[in-house]
């Protein structure tokens, strides 16, 4: 059970949660309310899909993953896993910077809402959640994990609001996926459960809104 769970932990790790969501929404068939670009991401041009999945690896996984890489190496913080509590802000600061730079460069780039606007705001969403676990990380050890599946659901949430077809098992995978992650965080005794059940309601809340509210134009 302990491997299990550490496997599940290394799977839904917190920096894939938005390409996971991407992934699904991209490659999942849908058909928007209303016939418009930007309320559906599977009719986006497969080229496209491609490009925005590179620059939310890039932005979201690989730089922060080598940054916690070489933060490790250099003992800012002592496991990669961020345990120490008081070591968690420099991380999460690290992460609100590469939220906040690949939305300013998916503004740059595309301006005046030329991208369906869940590109737009799902970075957006990681910045606040990020923002408000720095916040609450002064009290208690708010799980990342948590706030990973809860970005997951709260984004396949909020894009399911603005279709008129979407496949019912995207929602399920994304809340199982959500108990999957979080049992396995309390097996290890990685934290409690109000620092995870925070953790997942906070994000869950916070991208939901941020993806649902994002204007169109």
Known sequence: MRITAH????????????IYGL????????????????ESLFYF???????????FAIFSAVAPGLSFYILRKRNVISTIDMEDQRERNIPMYIMLAYCLLL????????PDAQLPKYI????????????SFTFIN???????????AGILT????????????????????????????IAARLYLQKHTP????????????ITFLVNYLYPVV
């Open 7 to 18: 496997i599940l932990s290394w799977v839904f790790l917190p920096l894939l949660m938005p």
């Open 23 to 38: 992934i699904l929404a991209m490659y999942v068939p849908s058909d928007p309310k209303i016939t418009h670009y930007f």
């Open 45 to 55: 041009p497969p080229e496209a899909k491609e490009a925005v999945l590179y620059m």
């Open 103 to 110: 939305y300013v460069l998916f503004r740059y780039k595309f």
């Open 120 to 131: 737009y705001a799902l970075p957006l969403a990681g910045v606040f959640v990020t923002v």
């Open 138 to 148: 002064r009290w208690i050890k708010i799980s990342l994990h948590g706030g990973g």
């Open 154 to 181: 709260g984004f396949l949430f909020a894009y399911t609001m603005d279709q008129l077809y979407f496949q019912f098992w995207v929602l399920i995978f994304a809340v199982v996926a959500s108990g999957l992650t």
């Open 194 to 205: 109000r620092e995870v059940y925070t953790g997942w309601s906070l994000a869950v809340l």
